[in-house]
């Protein structure tokens, strides 16, 4: 397939063809449809604001997803592994080895959008989380300094490993924020509300608008892992 179909295809799903159906490619294979991510059936949308959208993508063994479309700025965490294959439209599928639970990456789709699909050939259950940006925060808070932990940090999101031993704590940064677990545990927060006791399981979430930094403990008898987006 060329680049100004694959152009074309991308226009029509960021034009709003997702709320009629689908757009058609057409490629040596034959017509191909092609949803948007939020109607893919297995990349679910969990939560959703004027900054975020939140997927929870679990693919079973031998699932093939549809072909579907990415358009905007994405961070992705994994949650469990399994190898895939992903086949870029108008492209040959590519094995991927298996990614280890807790591996973040940022992918600036809002500027090199892309239409593919994902095969699970694995035996177990390919999960990743897509936080898609939808608009910065503009939040006034600040940012503490680069440290070992930070995975991202763009013009976007500022994204942090978050590692919390049983009965420690630690402070999330303050402004908008997205804590994402992948371990999950069992967690208490003190924010200027008061105390919240969380159970969140493996891709659970936290969403917080605040200036002020949010302290956290882990209540649980195993560590807590987790990924900490901050969109600016």
Not at 173 to 187: A, I, K, T, W
Not at 199 to 204: D, I, T, V, Y
Not at 210 to 223: E, G, I, K, Q, T
Request: aromatic fraction near 6%; charged fraction near 20%.
């Amino acid at each position: 397939m060329n680049v100004p179909r694959i152009a074309t295809l991308l226009l029509c799903l960021a034009l709003g063809a997702g709320a009629i159906g689908t757009c058609q490619a057409q490629d040596p294979a034959g017509p191909q449809a092609i949803v948007p991510i939020d109607l893919e059936p297995m990349h679910r949308l969990r939560f959703e604001n004027a900054h975020v959208r939140f997927f929870d993508v679990q693919l079973p063994p031998g699932y093939q997803s549809l072909w579907h479309s990415h358009l905007r700025d994405g961070v992705f965490v994994n949650i469990s592994s399994s190898p895939t294959e992903a086949q870029d439209l108008g492209l040959s599928a590519q094995r991927r080895a298996p990614r280890k639970p807790g591996e973040t990456y940022f992918i600036d789709y809002g500027t090199k959008p892309k239409v593919h699909r994902v095969t699970n050939v694995g035996e177990t259950v390919y999960r990743v989380t897509d936080a898609e940006i939808l608009a910065r925060c503009a939040s006034r808070a600040p940012l503490p300094p680069v440290g070992s932990d930070t995975l991202v940090d763009n013009a976007l999101v500022r994204v942090t490993r978050v590692h919390v031993e049983p009965g420690a704590s630690l402070e999330l940064s303050g402004g908008c924020g997205m804590l994402v677990s992948v371990s999950g545990g069992e967690l208490l927060f003190t924010g200027p509300g008061g105390r919240e006791e969380a159970s969140l399981a493996p891709a659970g979430f936290r969403w917080r608008e605040s200036n002020s930094p949010l302290p956290l403990a882990n209540r649980a008898a195993l560590p807590f892992e987790g990924v900490d987006i901050i969109v600016k």
